[in-house]
């Protein structure tokens, strides 16, 4: 048993970070994207090379003579299009960046298409990270962004049987509770 321990560990070094130093994530987690902090769900996919986020509005442009993009994201991929041309919902936040790379993604029955790539930082599991983000429009999915391999491989272990292992919400029974127990001490300590 010891050996095959050591083997997998060995193997792990080889292809992207020792696994004692990895964290077990479920296959679907939170991230909070900086330096707005705006939470959006992450699909953890180990079948995706590169990770994506959803991207409305994309523009690029010239700053300080480097190619930047501008582009509106929303953690809600089905808000209607309304929302974004309005420019008023709260629920969409325009993001500048430096654009980093494009990227020609193949596409399953369709021809491959070029998308512009920008780095991008964001929280997870309380540690701050960067990563590359494919920019495309998520609004045929579920959920805005999708972390794959690339960065995936150097972080974590995909634990496909549960969701939100690291970056879980207080329930509302529980936060209810925790509200009580609060407004009883405070009731204790004036007596």
Same mark, same amino acid.
Do not use: C
């Given at each position: 048993?010891?050996? $095959? /321990? %050591?083997?997998?560990? %060995? ?7 020792? /696994?004692?130093?990895? /964290?077990?994530?479920? *296959?679907?987690?939170? &991230?909070?994207? @900086?330096?707005?902090?705006?939470? %959006?769900?992450? +699909? ?9 986020? #959803?991207?409305?509005?994309? !523009? ?7 190619? *930047?993009?501008?582009? @509106? =994201? ?7 299009? +309304? ?12 993001? !500048? %960046? ?6 020609? &993604?193949?596409?399953? +029955? #369709? ?8 780095? $991008? ?11 590359? =983000? ?6 045929? =999915? ?9 960065? $995936?491989? #150097? ?14 919400? /207080? ?8 509200? @009580?127990?609060?407004?009883?001490? +405070?009731?204790?300590?004036? @007596?």
């Amino acid at each position: 048993m010891t050996s $095959l /321990i %050591a083997t997998n560990s %060995a193997i792990a070094t080889e292809n992207g970070g020792d /696994i004692s130093e990895k /964290i077990i994530l479920g *296959w679907i987690e939170n &991230i909070y994207l @900086q330096p707005h902090d705006l939470k %959006a769900k992450a +699909k953890l996919d180990t079948g995706a090379k590169t990770s994506s986020i #959803h991207a409305k509005n994309i !523009e690029y442009f010239e700053k300080d003579g480097d190619r *930047w993009v501008r582009f @509106q =994201f929303s953690s809600d991929t089905k808000l209607k299009e +309304k929302k974004y041309k309005e420019g008023k919902s709260k629920k969409v936040v325009t993001i !500048e %960046a430096p654009l980093t790379r494009s990227a020609l &993604i193949k596409r399953h +029955k #369709h021809t491959s298409m070029q998308r512009p790539v920008v780095t $991008l930082p964001f929280t997870l599991a309380e540690k701050e990270y960067q990563a590359e =983000f494919t920019l495309t429009d998520r609004s045929k =999915f579920l959920y805005p962004v999708l972390m794959g391999r690339r960065f $995936l491989k #150097h972080v974590a272990i995909v634990d496909p049987g549960n969701t939100f292992l690291r970056t879980r919400t /207080i329930p509302r029974k529980e936060a209810t509770d925790d509200i @009580q127990d609060n407004k009883n001490d +405070k009731a204790e300590d004036a @007596q």
